[in-house]
Structure formats: C-alpha cells, structure tokens
C-alpha cells in the first residue's frame, strides 16, 4: 500500500513540474494559401549572434530574410525587401511572400522576403527588424549587386502596416558612431508599395482591432497609439508610394490606404492609388481574378514610371 502511495505521489509531483515550465511560444502560424519558401530557400539571419530584445533562440525569435536574387540576364539593380501580413500573429508568407518575390523577380528586381517577430512580441521588435532588413541588403550591395539608392519597401495587410512604419519612422540623423557597420547604414526606404494595408490605430471604425492588439498590448497609451498610426507620422521624406486596396475589403477597410494617400498628398509625397470595387481582403496578386490580379500591372507602370527597373 505504500509503494502505491509513493507512486502516485511522484506521478503528481512530475505532472506539476511538467506544468510549471514556461510554456515555449509557438512557431508564427501560417496564413493563406499557395507555397511558402521552401525549405532549400537561401536565407539570412538578420542578426547572427540573436536579434536584440530577443526572449530565446527559437525559430519564433530570430528573424531572417529569404534571398530571392533576380536572375543575372534581367536583374536591374533595384531591390525590395516583402513584408507579409498576418496580423502580427502569423505571416503569410505563402502568398504574400514566396510568389510575391517571384514576381517581382519577373521584374529584374532582387526580392527579400522577411520573417519578422510577431506576437507575443510587441513593439518595436517587427520595426527594429525591418529597419534592421533594409540595412542588411543596402550591406550587401556590391555583392548583390543591388544599387543602394533603389530599395524599396512592400507590405501586405499587417504586413503593410510595417513597411509604412519602414516608411514614416526611419532615422535621418547620422548613425556613424553605431558599433555595428550595417546599423550605419541608412533603414530609409526608397521607395513603398502598401497592399491593403493596416494603417490607423486611432481611427477604431476603420482600424484592425487585432493588429494594435498584437502589436501594442491590450492597454496601450494613447501617445503609443497615435504614433503607431502612421498616416499621422507621413512627412515630405515618406518615400514615393503605391496603394493597393478593395472596395470590399471587411477585414481592413480602404479608408487605411486613403488616410495614407491623403497624407502623402498633403505632404507632397508622389503618390498612386488604386481601390478595386470587387476584392475580399488578403488576395495577394490575385492572379486568379481577371479583373482585380490587373493590380500587378498598375504597379509595373509605377514602378517604371519611377525609374527602379532601369539598369
């Protein structure tokens, strides 16, 4: 009768052990459709020796970027690093990653997808990331050979929300002291396409609940929100950019892309907008839509129009 009660009672004891240790975060869940990198993709970490801020060494906590380099016969030294959407809790880096730089591919232009930090992290771990991105392909320019005076910024929903962040809280000032040689180089982007993307956070009929939440916390100070709701933070620096968005879109309404357009255009900046009347939210390049996968053709003429696919 004893060994019996001994037993049991190591059984509970290891139970409680078992569910006393921290739980370890989850990879990002995959959103979407279509075929992710796969797992052969070059990538590179953005930080070899583990991103600053970081809470382990799992794959949740280092963020990287996949190589997609455009062929040699087309490439045209123009560069752009992809942030896939998700909410700040996953990434879909299917869709709005893995064909994306395929397609831009098609271009002439050098692709990064990037895996940036996502709940439980907050801010500004996925802004530190991107900043940190933009600097690492503009690092390795002459090897890529990329001209560094052309590297863009795109974003797809949350994912959209990051790279106007990119695109509205880069630092000017000189970085010259900086004991890292890539943090000395400039996280301006030259250039922004934003894909449905969340913008406001001070606007709640318009915003995506989800995304501040994940991002910002339950409670955030309003001070933080109205910082993060970056077409308050557009300035005659935003670089010149190109909006993509559905009249139809539920999950992030068009106003996001129209407050950023309005912005833009009050402080000057070039600007081009396009808002399908047909469209649920998340389509990617829609290239199984006649009328609204045309989105990718518009962005062509931009970018042409720009200058970026000139060698």
Same mark, same amino acid.
């Given at each position: 009768?004893?060994?019996?009660?001994t037993?049991?009672?190591?059984?509970?004891?290891?139970?409680?052990?078992?569910?006393?240790?921290?739980?370890?975060?989850?990879?990002?869940?995959?959103?979407?459709?279509?075929?992710?990198?796969p797992?052969?993709?070059?990538?590179?970490?953005?930080?070899?020796?583990?991103?600053?801020?970081?809470?382990g060494?799992?794959?949740?906590?280092t963020?990287?970027?996949?190589?997609?380099?455009?062929?040699?016969?087309?490439?045209?030294?123009?560069?752009?690093?992809?942030?896939?959407?998700?909410g700040?809790?996953?990434?879909?880096?299917?869709?709005?990653?893995?064909?994306?730089?395929?397609?831009?591919?098609?271009?002439?232009?050098?692709?990064?997808?990037?895996?940036?930090?996502v709940?439980?992290?907050k801010?500004?771990?996925?802004?530190?990331?991107?900043?940190?991105?933009?600097?690492?392909?503009?690092s390795?320019?002459?090897?890529?050979?990329?001209?560094?005076?052309?590297?863009?910024?795109m974003?797809?929903?949350? $994912?959209?929300?990051?790279?106007?962040?990119?695109?509205?809280?880069f630092?000017?000032?000189?970085?010259?002291?900086?004991k890292?040689?890539?943090?000395?180089?400039?996280?301006?982007p030259?250039?922004?396409?934003?894909?449905?993307?969340v913008?406001?956070?001070t606007?709640?009929?318009?915003?995506h609940?989800?995304?501040?939440?994940?991002?910002?916390?339950?409670?955030?100070?309003?001070?933080?929100?109205?910082?993060?709701?970056?077409?308050?933070?557009?300035?005659?620096?935003?670089p010149?950019?190109?909006?993509f968005?559905?009249?139809?879109?539920a999950?992030?309404?068009?106003?996001?892309?129209?407050?950023?357009?309005?912005?833009?255009?009050?402080?000057?900046?070039?600007?081009?907008?396009?808002?399908?009347q047909?469209?649920?939210?998340?389509?990617?390049?829609?290239?199984?839509?006649?009328?609204l996968?045309?989105?990718?053709?518009?962005?062509?003429?931009?970018?042409?129009?720009? $200058?970026?696919?000139?060698?």
């Amino acid at each position: 009768m004893l060994r019996t009660l001994t037993f049991v009672a190591l059984i509970a004891l290891t139970t409680d052990l078992i569910a006393a240790e921290p739980a370890k975060p989850a990879p990002p869940k995959r959103i979407g459709w279509g075929t992710p990198p796969p797992d052969t993709q070059a990538k590179l970490l953005l930080w070899p020796q583990g991103a600053p801020g970081a809470m382990g060494k799992e794959e949740t906590d280092t963020p990287w970027i996949w190589l997609y380099p455009a062929a040699a016969d087309k490439a045209n030294g123009a560069a752009v690093v992809i942030c896939p959407g998700g909410g700040y809790g996953g990434l879909a880096t299917a869709h709005e990653g893995n064909e994306v730089a395929k397609w831009w591919n098609s271009l002439g232009v050098s692709a990064f997808v990037l895996k940036y930090r996502v709940a439980p992290y907050k801010h500004p771990a996925p802004m530190n990331d991107v900043q940190r991105a933009l600097r690492l392909v503009r690092s390795k320019a002459a090897e890529w050979k990329i001209d560094p005076a052309r590297v863009g910024i795109m974003g797809f929903s949350a $994912g959209g929300h990051l790279a106007s962040t990119a695109a509205t809280h880069f630092v000017e000032s000189d970085n010259a002291e900086a004991k890292d040689e890539i943090d000395r180089l400039s996280c301006r982007p030259d250039f922004a396409v934003l894909c449905y993307p969340v913008i406001t956070f001070t606007q709640e009929q318009h915003m995506h609940a989800g995304s501040r939440r994940n991002l910002l916390g339950d409670k955030p100070e309003a001070e933080m929100i109205k910082l993060m709701s970056n077409e308050l933070q557009v300035t005659e620096r935003t670089p010149p950019t190109f909006l993509f968005h559905t009249a139809e879109d539920a999950g992030v309404p068009p106003e996001n892309s129209v407050l950023f357009f309005e912005a833009c255009r009050k402080a000057k900046v070039p600007v081009e907008m396009h808002i399908y009347q047909k469209g649920r939210h998340g389509v990617g390049l829609a290239s199984d839509d006649a009328v609204l996968g045309t989105w990718t053709s518009r962005l062509k003429d931009w970018v042409w129009q720009q $200058g970026l696919l000139n060698k």
